[in-house]
């Protein structure tokens, strides 16, 4: 399974009491996908992620800006209540050999201090799943000052994926489109950090030791 990359806040000042402010603040600096704009589902949840949910709006039919998204909120808003979105985000992929800026799925998270245990000192007040790790980081170790492709390919793809990149055209184009998704992702950060009372953001994901060095390092090749 590929590894996912992640985006952890925490707020200054948090109480059950801003909690909904909050939320619909964080929310209003989602960089939603041109052609998928809103917020798709909505999930309200109760003291633990064993619990049964206390509500579930699907809203594929008509996504819901971070306002609405705060009115369906409002009523389930406690100290041990967690909020789970679905919402898309513009990131540059490779498509059968052609770059192309399509949606990808983020999905957030939003915890009460009271919700499992107080996950959120681990996890964040908030907590995005930006999606595969690799749209930051490139594939096969190709990219950055240090990079080490990978010697043995593990199957027909990514043989092919290698022998396409080792063309230095190719490759100049590969790190560009990485270094504009990592330039939208340190944007969405500064958002964020200009909407809320941020204590601490962090950058990390499931394979990267060091995601934020790793990313530092890619935006510095020329």
């Known amino acids: 399974m590929a590894n996912r990359a992640y985006l952890s806040v925490w707020c200054n000042g948090w109480s059950a009491d801003q909690q909904l402010e909050l939320l619909v603040k964080f929310l209003a600096t989602v960089p939603h996908a041109t052609e998928r704009p809103g917020f798709t589902r909505l999930t309200v949840r109760a003291v633990g992620p064993g619990e049964a949910p206390l509500a579930e709006y699907d809203l594929r039919a008509r996504p819901a800006d971070a306002v609405r998204i705060g009115e369906l ?100 184009t590969y790190h560009e489109k990485t270094r504009e998704n990592i330039r939208h992702v340190y944007r969405w950060m500064m958002g964020i950090e200009r909407a809320l009372p941020v204590a601490r953001i962090r950058l990390w994901s499931e394979g990267e030791e060091n995601l934020e060095a790793r990313l530092e390092e890619i935006l510095a090749v020329r």
């Not at 399509?102 to 201090?113: D, K, V």
């Open 73 to 172: 909120a409002a009523e389930q808003m406690h100290a041990d209540s967690a909020f789970e979105l679905e919402a898309h985000w513009d990131l540059w992929v490779r498509q059968a050999g052609q770059w192309v800026l399509a949606p990808q799925r983020l999905e957030i998270f939003c915890y009460g201090e009271g919700y499992d245990d107080g996950i959120f000192d681990e996890a964040g007040h908030f907590q995005v799943n930006l999606g595969f790790e690799h749209l930051l980081t490139g594939h096969a170790g190709l990219l950055g000052m240090g990079a080490r492709p990978l010697a043995q390919p593990a199957h027909p793809a990514e043989e092919e994926f290698l022998r396409t990149m080792a063309q230095p055209g190719n490759l100049r």
